[in-house]
């Protein structure tokens, strides 16, 4: 079983939108794949209900046999630092973002980090470019593909590799997702993708949980339990 954590100190970098697709991802390959909510929002369930499985944390994770488990963490979540999944994604769309990132994967994460340009992408004239810090080069690699912004892209519910597969923001996500499975040994790297991605219509969001910390701290034994193996 192969975990996948979508994390970022910033709000609003686009992890949800990419986490559901890697579930979608995980599915049209034919692997029992598992969507698990780590956020008050609970948007993940926007793209996946009805069609395909998830569960809040703080309710319970299905202890499967699955494949692969694709997390998608609050930003403002008080547990990321007792996950241990096999790979961490860090979506980036400012200068913010990446060094909110840093200081998270300084200070909190455990294990190998894929970082992801995405919507706001950095100047290359920029006089002070962003750079990984030294401390960090042995777990930190950028993604291959960065991400402009797209209007395809807008987080909207369902799949956008079936509503608009020929728009140039479903390639390039389609390419992004890709390496991501890849790097935990799902995908021969560089083979071909999947075709058969499940239209979905989506859902209503549940709603945001106003007393998620308390949840969350309630939800906590199960959820390192089942997310914090190391």
Same mark, same amino acid.
């Given at each position: 079983m192969k975990t996948i954590n979508f994390f970022n100190r910033k709000g609003g970098v686009g992890s949800t939108l990419y986490a559901s697709h890697t579930v979608f991802y995980g599915h049209a390959l034919g692997r029992s794949t598992l969507g698990i909510s780590l956020d008050q929002n609970n948007d993940m369930a926007q793209f996946l +209900?009805? +069609?395909?499985?998830?569960?809040?944390? +703080?309710? $319970?994770?299905?202890p499967g046999p699955w494949d692969? =488990?694709?997390v998608d963490v609050w930003a403002h979540s008080n547990v990321a630092h007792l996950l241990r999944p096999d790979l961490w994604v860090m979506l980036m769309d400012s200068p913010t973002a990446f060094h909110n990132g840093m200081r998270a994967i300084a200070e909190e994460l455990v294990g190998p980090v894929l970082c992801v340009w995405n919507k706001g992408l950095p100047e290359p004239r920029d006089r002070s470019p962003l750079r990984v810090p030294e401390a960090l080069a042995g777990r930190v690699t950028f993604a291959d593909i960065r991400i402009p912004r797209r209007p395809e892209l807008d987080m909207l519910p369902g799949c956008v590799w079936a509503s608009d597969p020929d728009s140039t923001g479903a390639s390039e996500m389609l390419q992004l997702v890709s390496e991501i499975v890849a790097r935990v040994g799902l995908h021969p790297p560089g083979a071909p993708p999947p075709q058969n991605f499940p239209k979905i219509l989506g859902s209503a969001s =549940? $709603?945001?949980h106003r007393d998620y910390r308390a949840r969350e701290e309630a939800a906590l034994a199960g959820i390192v339990a089942s997310l914090g193996e190391g």
């Open positions: +209900t009805p +069609t395909l499985p998830w569960a809040d944390s +703080t309710e $319970g994770i299905p692969l =488990r694709v =549940r $709603g945001i």
